[in-house]
Nanobody, 125 residues
Framework: VQLQASGGGLVQAGGSLRLSCAASGRAFSNYVMGWFRQVPGKEREFVAAITWSGGSTYYADSVKGRFTISRDNAKNTVYLQMNSLKPEDTAVYYC???????????????????WGQGTQVTVSS
């Protein structure tokens, strides 16, 4: 399994970005796909997750109402649309995948075996 994250960049507070995670290597129909983020000196934290098959979603409270996770089955790609960005959203964002979680509420890093390389998001005030 390979995950390729992209779409990060520099944006002003209140702006938007869309991250993409292109997945390859196997069929993902029974997978949970997640987005996490990490700032230096802190643990990687959960942002959002989606089930590949049914499209159920789950969000961290800090991004609920601002971020939207979605997937395009034809393109094998998961997206994270980020709106109303805040300086505290600044981090390296990682996509992750695994078929072990039985629920979309997979919020721990150890629940995911496969990880992308990360993409930097910087929100200026």
């Amino acid at each position: 399994v390979q995950l390729q994250a992209s779409g990060g960049g520099l944006v002003q507070a209140g702006g938007s970005l869309r991250l993409s995670c292109a997945a390859s290597g196997r069929a993902f129909s029974n997978y949970v796909m997640g987005w996490f983020r990490q700032v230096p000196g802190k643990e990687r934290e959960f942002v959002a997750a989606i089930t590949w098959s049914g499209g159920s979603t789950y969000y961290a409270d800090s991004v609920k109402g601002r971020f939207t996770i979605s997937r395009d089955n034809a393109k094998n790609t998961v997206y994270l649309q980020m709106n109303s960005l805040k300086p505290e959203d600044t981090a390296v964002y990682y996509c992750a995948a695994d078929n072990r979680p039985s629920t979309v509420r997979a919020i721990k890093t150890w629940e995911y075996k496969y990880w992308g390389q990360g993409t930097q998001v910087t929100v200026s005030s």
